[in-house]
């Protein structure tokens, strides 16, 4: 077996342009860890079920376990990364899972973010089904989901000027 | 006093401690994606790891062949048991007395098992590399069914143990038996049994399941040839433990081995154990002289490292018609799998599965395990679980239904009936357990009334006639679990890993300027113990919890502890932060006293300092004490304000909880949908409610997966089925209840701070709750007991069977 050759590739991740050769079969999520050092996304499953690798590329929500480093040529990329407010103060969605609870290990919470991030995108004010719904592609092994829920749902209301109400219990 | 003066209620608040809903320090780096685990950590020329596999699950390994492998560039080696031999580590010993195969050697006893392991530049030649090892397998008979693993003959599965008739946990009767576990009276039980006006019996399996986090296991080892020291970062819930095992294994002597847990991202009890992808890595970076990443893929982690459960559990109980309960008698066929890897205290082959009298007052019971080998991957590990009390709640849970349903009572009356009196604690059970604390029938009955049981048990009534009547499809089930968990292992007196008791340990250093580091020996997953310890260093010492942090699972700084599963961190390491913390608030005093120039009898704790009695204005604070140990302590006191303590608990805790689940099934469909889930916890002293309520969620979400259909399982040829997260059931969003919780409090009385553990409460109790309302739903149409995992197609089956499709 002969050395596989490099190719080039260039994205630009949380604003800023990157250039690298990688080989071809290069995941898109070994890309961002290991070449850019960027260790936020992470690995649970690699077969595209847990959505812990889970960033966003060209506006879309993508699992990057499941996408070629090379797929993503020429795209706009945002990791957990490039999720802070530009002072460096938590993003409304970051303080929402810090208010609510919503996250224990940690492990889901970069991805489980960047999708919420897009969610809330597509769906600035979601109902609590659609945000189930919205965040289903990913996986949270400690929360049971529903402080999850309102921490989208408190980030929500932060964005849109909107009183936060939580749920009675 | 001026207006500025704090209040004693501003200042109490300020420490954030006990009690209080404090928002965790953890999350601050987890939200920006900086938290540290194990797959984060790259280190200079560091290369990887990783697995050749079995197809077959019980085959003869008569050829192993790296010759193409290691042709490939970037190969750097490929070990095998022949390998490890010459360091004598191609087997090692296990928790539970048996031992295991690193790397095959000769024959291999369950799919996925490791035959070779693979080093290579990165994790993509390294998976190129496996691909062309040629093993040759001879494939052998297979044994998946524990009921047959000692019929006559059966296949051999451990020709190692050939003629051994006494295994760790005494004798064997078999070849593919492993041990016999005894508990209780038998003569007492059995006159019981004869003297009843009413039994019942009943085979309830609990299936094989994995704690599957999502962060799957992993480690990278890094021997530095020149100091003949070895690090090892691993996701480790017992770092402590795991060193001490690297050293025994190694021979490298204990201090020169540094084993660090990062953050881990999700245990359950996956992570206690000590696996062959471990040993391996430290093998590979001996070997190599360069650090080895060895990272689990998820078919490997949910095929290979600790299933839970697989327990098939044979319960009776002997009652009189006024439903009293007289006796219990519980049988457990455990299927182990290859090897008895269980990671329970070593004397305790099945764990504390002795509670399984559960919330009653049993004048009488036995119970007997017999632990066999079967073709299936070794573990038995406690997920979620203090060592087989999710399997022993639910066995009485799941029993109890099945007598009130033979005796015509609500199953609730029946457990009001025959519930532990308050005043009976401490409680010593037919099985050797001696209680702390409880009040079951307050949390019954809070439960019963917060849920309207009564009116439920209407709803369902007439809704069962209108199905009999033929007007609607759906029927409804009410599930109870009243569950009492034993957890915070434990005394040293009968609780010990490989001989280490099981003690767990605090530090705590208070700086000249007031501020704290402070180190436990447990190590957190995702309970927040960054979080929690602080505020009960807070309260004890009155220095904000902001102000102080804590560490944890770096084994040379923190002091020896034995981790962190079986709800075990509060019951003992929260035990040991305790009266640190009070070792240094008694220093406090007498420093206080020598700035005040009074007795340190004069002085009285108050919040955040000491006052003089009846003098408040006359008063130092625990920032001015910290300084003044430093800066003028008094004559003849050694100066520095820090403390350790290592904490040996007199007795386990008892947390316990009533859990109701209201369930509408369509029997048409199968489908079961979650009406309502109630779960009140009594964990003794909550430490913070936040966090107590999202491990009850957690915990809870866990058990919905378990009980409606999460399962590891095994075709006949051995083939693991479940093996992804295609097949293996992880509820999302969109699945899972809504949950609703609520609590009494209940102190444990041997406790410093009367607190209990929770974190396993949810598991523990849920899974009945959930199971008790399918076979609730169906017992109507003459059901007694259908076996778990509850899903859909399983339900329709159910339905199917008892001639609800007509």
Same mark, same amino acid.
């Given at each position: 077996m002969s050395e596989i050759e490099q190719v080039p590739v260039s994205m630009t991740v949380n604003g800023k342009k990157v250039q690298r050769f990688v080989e071809p079969r290069t995941l898109l999520i070994h890309f961002l860890r290991e070449e850019l050092n960027l260790t936020g996304p992470h690995i649970g499953c690699e077969t595209s079920h847990c959505g812990a690798c889970t960033v966003e590329v060209d506006g879309m929500s993508v699992k990057s376990c499941t996408l070629f480093a090379v797929q993503a040529n020429g795209a706009e990329l945002t990791t957990i990364e490039g999720m802070a407010n530009a002072d460096g103060t938590l993003s409304a969605l970051q303080e929402g899972f810090r208010q609510m609870h919503g996250l224990q290990c940690g492990f889901c919470t970069p991805g489980m973010i960047l999708r919420a991030h897009t969610l809330l995108k597509e769906t600035p004010n979601p109902t609590e089904e659609e945000i189930r719904m919205g965040i289903s592609g990913n996986l949270c092994r400690c929360t049971g989901y529903q402080n999850i829920v309102k921490a989208i749902q408190y980030a929500a209301a932060k964005l849109n000027g909107t009183d936060f109400q939580e749920a009675a219990e | 006093m001026n207006d500025m003066t704090p209040t004693r209620e501003q200042r109490e608040a300020a420490l954030e401690g006990m009690g209080c809903k404090r928002k965790r320090v953890e999350d601050i780096r987890f939200t920006q994606g900086k938290g540290q685990y194990v797959d984060d950590l790259k280190l200079p020329g560091m290369v990887f790891g990783d697995f050749v596999r079995s197809p077959y699950a019980h085959a003869k390994i008569t050829k192993i062949d790296a010759t193409e492998a290691l042709k490939i560039p970037g190969v750097i080696a490929v070990l095998t048991a022949e390998d490890l031999k010459g360091v004598n580590l191609a087997w090692m010993p296990t928790l539970a007395g048996d031992v295991q195969m690193v790397l095959a050697d000769g024959k291999v006893l369950y799919q996925n098992q490791e035959v070779a392991f693979v080093v290579a530049e990165n994790r993509y030649i390294a998976d190129d590399a496996i691909q062309v090892v040629e093993v040759e397998y001879e494939e052998l008979p297979v044994l998946t069914d524990p009921f047959k693993?000692?019929?006559?003959?059966?296949?051999?599965?451990?020709?190692?143990?050939?003629?051994?008739?006494?295994?760790?946990?005494?004798?064997?009767?078999?070849?593919?038996?492993?041990?016999?576990?005894?508990?209780?009276?038998?003569?007492?039980?059995?006159?019981?049994?004869?003297?009843?006006?009413?039994?019942?019996?009943?085979?309830?399996?609990?299936?094989?399941? *994995? #704690?599957?986090? /999502?962060?799957?296991?992993?480690?990278?080892?890094?021997?530095? +040839?020149?100091?003949? %020291?070895?690090?090892?970062?691993?996701?480790? @819930?017992?770092?402590? =433990?795991?060193?001490?095992?690297?050293?025994?294994?190694?021979?490298?002597?204990? *201090?020169?081995?540094?084993?660090?847990?990062?953050?881990?991202?999700?245990?359950?009890?996956?992570?206690?154990?000590?696996?062959?992808?471990?040993?391996?890595?430290?093998?590979?970076?001996?070997?190599?002289?360069?650090? =080895?990443?060895?990272?689990?893929?998820?078919?490997?982690?949910?095929?290979?490292?600790?299933?839970?459960?697989?327990? *098939? &559990?044979?319960?009776?109980?002997? $009652?009189?018609?006024?439903?009293? =309960?007289?006796?219990? +008698?519980?049988?457990?066929?455990?299927?182990?799998?290859?090897?008895?890897?269980?990671?329970?205290?070593?004397?305790?082959?099945?764990?504390?599965?002795?509670?399984?009298?559960?919330?009653?007052?049993? #004048? $009488?019971?036995?119970?007997?395990?017999?632990?066999?080998?079967?073709?299936?991957?070794?573990?038995? =590990?406690?997920?979620?679980?203090?060592?087989?009390?999710?399997?022993?709640?639910?066995?009485? !849970?799941? $029993?109890?239904?099945?007598? $009130?349903?033979? /005796?015509?009572?609500?199953?609730?009356?029946?457990?009001?009936?025959?519930?532990?009196?308050?005043? @009976?604690?401490?409680? @010593?059970?037919?099985?050797?357990? %001696?209680?702390?604390?409880?009040?079951?029938?307050?949390?019954?009955?809070?439960?019963?009334?917060?849920?309207?049981?009564?009116?439920?048990?209407?709803?369902? +009534?007439?809704?069962?006639?209108?199905?009999?009547?033929?007007?609607?499809? !759906?029927? &409804?089930?009410?599930?109870?679990?009243?569950?009492? !968990?034993?957890?915070?292992?434990?005394?040293s007196k009968n609780c010990d890993i490989l001989g280490v008791a099981m003690f767990d340990s605090a530090e705590i250093r208070v700086h000249p300027t007031g501020s704290v580091i402070s180190r436990m020996g447990t190590k957190s997953q995702g309970q927040g113990h960054e979080t929690t310890w602080a505020q009960i260093i807070a309260t004890e010492i009155g220095i904000p919890a902001a102000d102080i942090m804590v560490e944890e699972g770096n084994t040379d700084t923190a002091p020896y502890g034995l981790g962190t599963y079986g709800s075990r961190s509060t019951p003992v390491a929260g035990a040991a932060i305790a009266l640190a913390a009070r070792k240094i608030r008694n220093k406090a005093q007498m420093i206080a006293a020598h700035m005040l120039e009074v007795s340190e009898y004069d002085l009285e704790w108050d919040i955040d300092g000491f006052q003089v009695k009846g003098n408040p204005q006359a008063r130092k604070s625990m920032k001015e004490i910290a300084w003044a140990a430093y800066h003028a302590p008094p004559p003849g006191m050694e100066p520095g304000l820090e403390a350790v303590s290592y904490y040996d608990p007199p007795n386990m805790t008892y947390p316990f909880g009533a859990y109701f689940c209201v369930m509408d099934i369509d029997v048409d469909t199968g489908v079961a949908k979650t009406r309502r889930f109630y779960a009140l916890d009594d964990c003794g002293t909550r430490i913070n409610p936040m966090i107590i309520e999202g491990q009850v969620h957690g915990g809870l979400t866990e058990a919905f997966a378990i009980a409606m259909g999460q399962e590891i399982r095994y075709d006949e040829m051995g083939n693991v089925l479940g093996a992804s997260f295609m097949d293996f059931f992880l509820p999302t969003a969109v699945e899972t209840p809504h949950w609703e919780t609520d609590y009494t409090v209940t102190p444990s009385p041997h406790h410093p701070i009367g607190a209990k553990g929770v974190g396993e409460s949810p598991n523990v109790g849920g899974v009945p709750a959930f199971s008790n309302a399918v076979n609730d739903a169906f017992q109507f149409l003459g059901s007694t007991h259908i076996q778990m995992p509850h899903d859909a197609w399983r339900i329709w089956q159910a339905a199917k069977d008892l001639g609800a499709h007509g």
């Open positions: - | 693993s000692m019929d006559p003959d059966a296949p051999v599965l451990r020709p190692d143990l050939e003629g051994k008739t006494e295994g760790a946990h005494g004798p064997r009767k078999h070849h593919n038996h492993i041990f016999t576990w005894e508990v209780g009276d038998k003569d007492e039980t059995a006159k019981a049994f004869s003297e009843a006006d009413v039994t019942i019996k009943e085979l309830i399996s609990y299936h094989r399941t *994995h #704690p599957s986090p /999502l962060e799957t296991c992993q480690c990278v080892a890094s021997m530095d +040839k020149v100091t003949g %020291e070895l690090s090892v970062w691993g996701t480790f @819930q017992a770092p402590h =433990v795991i060193r001490t095992v690297a050293s025994l294994l190694s021979t490298i002597p204990e *201090h020169k081995i540094h084993v660090i847990a990062p953050d881990i991202g999700g245990g359950f009890g996956n992570k206690v154990g000590a696996y062959p992808g471990y040993i391996c890595a430290i093998v590979a970076t001996i070997v190599t002289g360069v650090p =080895v990443k060895w990272v689990e893929d998820r078919m490997e982690n949910l095929s290979t490292t600790s299933f839970a459960r697989d327990y *098939h &559990m044979t319960a009776e109980i002997a $009652a009189k018609n006024d439903g009293t =309960v007289t006796g219990l +008698k519980v049988h457990v066929l455990a299927d182990h799998g290859g090897f008895d890897a269980c990671a329970d205290p070593s004397k305790w082959p099945a764990g504390f599965f002795n509670i399984v009298t559960g919330s009653y007052d049993f #004048p $009488a019971a036995h119970l007997a395990v017999d632990g066999v080998y079967t073709n299936k991957a070794p573990g038995g =590990v406690a997920y979620r679980c203090s060592f087989r009390v999710t399997e022993a709640a639910y066995c009485i !849970e799941r $029993a109890m239904d099945i007598l $009130a349903q033979k /005796l015509g009572m609500d199953p609730a009356d029946l457990r009001m009936k025959n519930f532990v009196k308050p005043e @009976q604690f401490p409680y @010593q059970s037919a099985l050797g357990w %001696e209680y702390d604390s409880g009040d079951y029938h307050t949390a019954m009955q809070k439960a019963m009334d917060t849920l309207g049981y009564r009116e439920l048990r209407a709803e369902q +009534k007439a809704k069962q006639e209108a199905f009999q009547r033929g007007e609607t499809r !759906e029927i &409804m089930g009410i599930g109870i679990s009243f569950f009492t !968990e034993i957890v915070g292992a434990g005394p």
